[in-house]
């Protein structure tokens, strides 16, 4: 193996550490906007700078957080003393990765169903990336359910465009994250769930094949399969954690270094349910941690919203202790009366 290769393996075996996780912060302008609106914070570079930088400085965060993805803006933010936040997460044992996606865009020909942009230039902007202290990346594809949808052209299309995402940043010496999020938008059950995320998964793999990327340097960013937000009779954290592992045993091959659950709109505390039944369920093929955004950030954000400057070291508490909740559902020994403690 060469040398670039083992370096891939080893950051990705880093970021699927036992007990840690991916904090998902690269929310890109609009979304960053939407979050910081419901909190009401002004969306300017400077509070972006000031939130994002108060969760990376978190004492001890990484002891459960193996790496942060960041937005184009994040990863060249300096503090005021000149501290680049690559520097902070350098100095808290914490990977720097980068979202490169440039996000879902109408798919022509194809209602309501989306194609991720960012291919052109992107081997330039790699190698600009890697300059900066980028050791992973992140590729978000959007899958739709609903009448009719997804298509095959938008799941084919989505395939090919992460596999040469995937590629390029092998190629300049940084992991891939492959994200195909199936949406849970919908009044859909687990069993629609099930079928559209190991169809997505599949052509996934076909594509990463075809186009030569390693899977011991890849990780796989999924979604849970579970019931749409708006179905009547949704499953439950065991159905949830036992049709999501059957799903990944058909479609993820073994050597793929690990999977990192996106959260998706799910609740905090059912996020980490869910992953930790699915490790309570024994051996997996790959490790099965978290990336979580939201699921993460939620309470974090709403309580340095409402106090940045007071609120500052409170915040990280909470965010440490999701963070550590997740990490010990990354293993398998979360329960309820930890999250009490
Ligand atoms: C943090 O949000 C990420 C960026 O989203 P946009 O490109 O839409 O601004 C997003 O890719 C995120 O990493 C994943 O969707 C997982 O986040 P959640 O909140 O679903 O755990």
Redesign the pocket.
């Known amino acids: 193996m060469t040398d670039r290769l083992e370096q891939l393996v080893e950051i990705a075996q880093a970021l699927v550490a036992p007990g840690k996780g991916i904090l ?9 906007k939407k979050r910081f609106d419901s909190v009401k914070i002004e969306s300017t570079e400077a509070n972006r700078l000031d939130y994002r930088s108060m969760m990376l400085a978190t004492p001890g965060l990484g002891e459960h957080i193996s790496g942060a ?1 960041l ?1 184009d803006e994040t990863i060249r933010q300096k503090m005021a003393d000149g501290t680049s936040l690559v520097q902070v997460m350098e100095q808290g044992g914490i990977l720097p990765g980068i ?1 490169v ?1 440039r ?2 865009k109408a798919l022509a020909g194809f209602d309501g169903e989306k194609v991720t942009e960012g291919l052109d230039g992107l081997r330039e902007r790699l190698a600009e990336y890697a300059e900066l202290g980028a050791k992973f990346a ?1 590729w ?1 594809a959007v899958i739709t359910i609903g009448d009719d949808i997804p298509s095959r052209a938008c799941i084919d299309a989505n395939a090919h465009a992460l596999a040469r995402y995937a590629a390029l940043c092998q190629e300049a010496g940084i992991v891939p994250i492959v ?1 195909p ?1 199936v949406l849970m938008d919908g009044d859909h059950d687990l069993d629609t769930s099930f079928d559209v995320t190991e169809a997505t998964l599949k052509a996934l793999f076909s594509q990463l094949y075809e186009q030569n990327v390693m899977l011991e340097g890849t990780i796989l ?1 999924a ?1 849970m399969v579970i019931s749409g937000s708006d179905a009547g009779d949704r499953a439950g954290a065991e159905e949830v954690a036992e049709a999501t592992v059957d799903c990944l045993l058909n479609a993820v091959p073994a050597a793929t270094a690990g999977v990192v ?6 609740e905090d505390v059912e ?1 980490t349910a869910h992953l930790d039944a699915m490790n309570k369920m024994g051996d997996m093929p790959w490790p099965l941690s978290f ?7 939620a309470e974090c954000l709403a309580t340095w919203a409402s106090d940045p400057k007071g609120n500052r070291e409170k915040a990280q508490h909470i965010l440490l202790h999701r963070a550590r909740m997740n990490g010990l559902a990354a293993l398998g020994e979360w329960s309820e009366e930890e999250e009490k403690e």
Request: hydrophobic share 30%; charged share 30%; aromatic share 8%.
């Open positions: 998902a912060i690269d929310e890109s302008g609009g979304t960053i993805i937005f979202k996606d996000g879902a992140k978000r994200e999020e960013k979604s659950f996106l959260s998706g709109g799910q996020a990336s979580y955004g939201r699921a993460l950030q």
